[in-house]
């Protein structure tokens, strides 16, 4: 078995990442029910306990004293940090694990990414090395963090430079908090650009997810369960839906936002996890899904969200999750992608599902999705037999496709409406290291990404009529 190590910076990555860590223990310990280390487990986390290394009891579920995630943990304040070790997961993590400073990046890429970049470029190396030697097999880093603060924007896309630099060879999968147009954060659209050049140079897949859409995601939920109508009952022990029952107490403000992020997490790592009869390498899904190297902005959209009381049918509910998968209200980022075009899609089931299902499902669906024209085949598919905890399925689908383009374009919107009046600018150019053409190359690069869907999108028009006569010539 490979391992992966997950690299959580700021905030909101450490928030995010603590509930991926929450939930993937209790995954765990739902199928270990003997609490013993195994295969499955080394992929996440290292033994600890030296007098059983091999196959002892490592109490997931209660005692996880023996068992540390495979995690580096950075944020230049220490409340987040502290918190969480204060907290239920203590344990979880090693002291040599932690990297904190006390005054935070004042919400500036530039702080976070010159200032805190430069300072702490060693201490960081040094922990990320000493995650990989525990590694035997190391696949991929897993980066979370947000785009709109100092840190995890800043400092965030400084790491994911040293993971490049440090180990080339291995895969780097980034987990980008978008922020919603009413964020508290005003530097928010400048923070987000400059961190967006630095994702598109150095990341080989990224996730995007708005944190508008997760606010929407998590509404719709409430209202739905507090609606009354018979039928739309929201699972008790689900773990996609509320993250009550792992170790973590009472929910706090962005929790439940968070919870759906961990599960689009815990979906992503399934197979690196656990068994299953087509499992997919992390690193196939950016040798499948990213055709072009700038284009590997993956849109991620999971099911099930809400619970649907008219599909009781195994069969239909199976088949239910894989159109709801396409469907607008499921997307983490406010998008359609039905009516975009598509250049690659993946499609991961958990739960007992065959290749069959996918195969028909993919059929079914086909007509209605645009794909390029030169990859209408364009399909990765992967099966984990271990469903999340309270469910009987869930499917996460990533889509390499130009409906990103929409969020981008608003993002730099809000960015130009700031830049424009050169507003706040003061407070990054006296930075030592960051320069106004930082700004300019940013969103020249943002810009030149946004052309590219643009051109891409350009073709769907022209493609889409002509398609099933082309392959009738063939
Ligand atoms: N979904 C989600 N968003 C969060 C969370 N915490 C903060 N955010 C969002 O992230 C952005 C702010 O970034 P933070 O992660 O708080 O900032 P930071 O990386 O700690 O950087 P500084 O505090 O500036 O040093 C805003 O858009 C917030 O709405 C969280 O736990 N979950
Ligand atoms: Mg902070």
Same mark, same amino acid.
């Given at each position: 078995m490979t391992q992966s190590v997950v690299v959580q910076v700021g905030q909101c990555g450490n928030q995010v990442g603590c509930r991926f860590w929450d939930l993937a223990l209790r995954e765990h310990a739902h199928?270990?029910?003997k609490g013993l280390y195994d295969e499955a487990l080394s992929s996440f986390f290292r033994n600890v306990d030296s007098r059983k290394s091999d196959g002892g009891a490592c109490g997931i579920g209660g005692r996880i004293q023996h068992l540390k995630a495979r995690a580096v943990l950075v944020d230049m304040e220490e409340g987040v940090v502290n918190e969480i070790l204060q907290g239920p997961l203590r344990e979880v993590?090693?002291?040599?694990? =932690?990297?904190?400073?006390?005054? *935070?990046? *004042?919400?500036n890429w530039a702080v976070g990414h010159m200032t805190y970049g430069s300072a702490y470029r060693?201490?960081? /190396?040094?922990k990320l090395r000493k995650a990989v030697e525990h590694c035997d097999c190391l696949q991929c880093f897993f980066l979370i963090h947000s785009m709109g603060g100092g840190t995890g924007s800043g400092l965030g896309t400084r790491v994911l430079s040293l993971l490049e630099e440090e180990f080339p060879e291995v895969c780097r999968i980034v987990t980008s908090i978008y922020p919603s147009a009413e964020d508290d954060v005003i530097t928010s659209p400048y923070n987000s /650009?400059?961190?967006?050049?630095? =994702?598109?140079?150095?990341?080989?897949c990224v996730l995007p997810i708005e944190n508008q859409s997760l606010v929407d995601i998590v509404d719709k939920i409430k209202r739905m369960s507090h609606s009354g109508k018979p039928g739309l009952v929201i699972k008790r022990d689900s773990t996609i839906i509320s993250g009550q029952g792992g170790l973590s107490g009472a929910e706090k403000p962005f929790d439940a936002m968070n919870n759906i992020v961990a599960n689009l997490l815990l979906n992503i790592t399934s197979s690196a996890r656990f068994e299953g009869s087509l499992n997919m390498d992390l690193n196939e899904i950016a040798m499948n899904l990213v055709p072009f190297p700038r284009l590997h902005y993956l849109v991620p959209s999971l099911t099930p969200l809400y619970t649907l009381a008219d599909v009781s049918v195994p069969t239909r509910r199976l088949d239910q999750m894989f159109s709801d998968a396409f469907s607008k209200d499921h997307q983490l980022i406010r998008a359609d992608p039905k009516h975009s075009l598509y250049l690659a899609c993946a499609l991961m089931v958990r739960g007992n599902a065959q290749v069959s299902d996918l195969r028909r499902n993919i059929e079914r669906l086909k007509p209605s999705l645009p794909f390029v024209s030169w990859n209408q085949e364009g399909w990765k598919t992967g099966l984990c037999s271990v469903p999340p905890v309270g469910h009987s399925h869930s499917l996460l689908a990533l889509a390499n496709n130009t409906c990103v383009k929409p969020t981008f374009m608003e993002l730099r919107d809000r960015f130009t409406k700031l830049y424009r009046k050169k507003a706040h600018l003061h407070h990054y150019l006296q930075v030592e290291g960051m320069e106004q053409s930082f700004f300019s190359e940013a969103t020249n690069s943002l810009s030149s990404l946004i052309e590219e869907y643009h051109h891409l999108d350009a073709t769907k028009g022209r493609l889409m009529p002509d398609a099933p006569r082309l392959s009738i010539a063939r």
């Amino acid at each position: 078995m490979t391992q992966s190590v997950v690299v959580q910076v700021g905030q909101c990555g450490n928030q995010v990442g603590c509930r991926f860590w929450d939930l993937a223990l209790r995954e765990h310990a739902h199928v270990n029910k003997k609490g013993l280390y195994d295969e499955a487990l080394s992929s996440f986390f290292r033994n600890v306990d030296s007098r059983k290394s091999d196959g002892g009891a490592c109490g997931i579920g209660g005692r996880i004293q023996h068992l540390k995630a495979r995690a580096v943990l950075v944020d230049m304040e220490e409340g987040v940090v502290n918190e969480i070790l204060q907290g239920p997961l203590r344990e979880v993590f090693d002291s040599t694990q =932690l990297l904190t400073d006390v005054s *935070g990046s *004042g919400n500036n890429w530039a702080v976070g990414h010159m200032t805190y970049g430069s300072a702490y470029r060693e201490q960081i /190396v040094d922990k990320l090395r000493k995650a990989v030697e525990h590694c035997d097999c190391l696949q991929c880093f897993f980066l979370i963090h947000s785009m709109g603060g100092g840190t995890g924007s800043g400092l965030g896309t400084r790491v994911l430079s040293l993971l490049e630099e440090e180990f080339p060879e291995v895969c780097r999968i980034v987990t980008s908090i978008y922020p919603s147009a009413e964020d508290d954060v005003i530097t928010s659209p400048y923070n987000s /650009v400059l961190a967006m050049r630095e =994702l598109t140079e150095h990341a080989d897949c990224v996730l995007p997810i708005e944190n508008q859409s997760l606010v929407d995601i998590v509404d719709k939920i409430k209202r739905m369960s507090h609606s009354g109508k018979p039928g739309l009952v929201i699972k008790r022990d689900s773990t996609i839906i509320s993250g009550q029952g792992g170790l973590s107490g009472a929910e706090k403000p962005f929790d439940a936002m968070n919870n759906i992020v961990a599960n689009l997490l815990l979906n992503i790592t399934s197979s690196a996890r656990f068994e299953g009869s087509l499992n997919m390498d992390l690193n196939e899904i950016a040798m499948n899904l990213v055709p072009f190297p700038r284009l590997h902005y993956l849109v991620p959209s999971l099911t099930p969200l809400y619970t649907l009381a008219d599909v009781s049918v195994p069969t239909r509910r199976l088949d239910q999750m894989f159109s709801d998968a396409f469907s607008k209200d499921h997307q983490l980022i406010r998008a359609d992608p039905k009516h975009s075009l598509y250049l690659a899609c993946a499609l991961m089931v958990r739960g007992n599902a065959q290749v069959s299902d996918l195969r028909r499902n993919i059929e079914r669906l086909k007509p209605s999705l645009p794909f390029v024209s030169w990859n209408q085949e364009g399909w990765k598919t992967g099966l984990c037999s271990v469903p999340p905890v309270g469910h009987s399925h869930s499917l996460l689908a990533l889509a390499n496709n130009t409906c990103v383009k929409p969020t981008f374009m608003e993002l730099r919107d809000r960015f130009t409406k700031l830049y424009r009046k050169k507003a706040h600018l003061h407070h990054y150019l006296q930075v030592e290291g960051m320069e106004q053409s930082f700004f300019s190359e940013a969103t020249n690069s943002l810009s030149s990404l946004i052309e590219e869907y643009h051109h891409l999108d350009a073709t769907k028009g022209r493609l889409m009529p002509d398609a099933p006569r082309l392959s009738i010539a063939r």
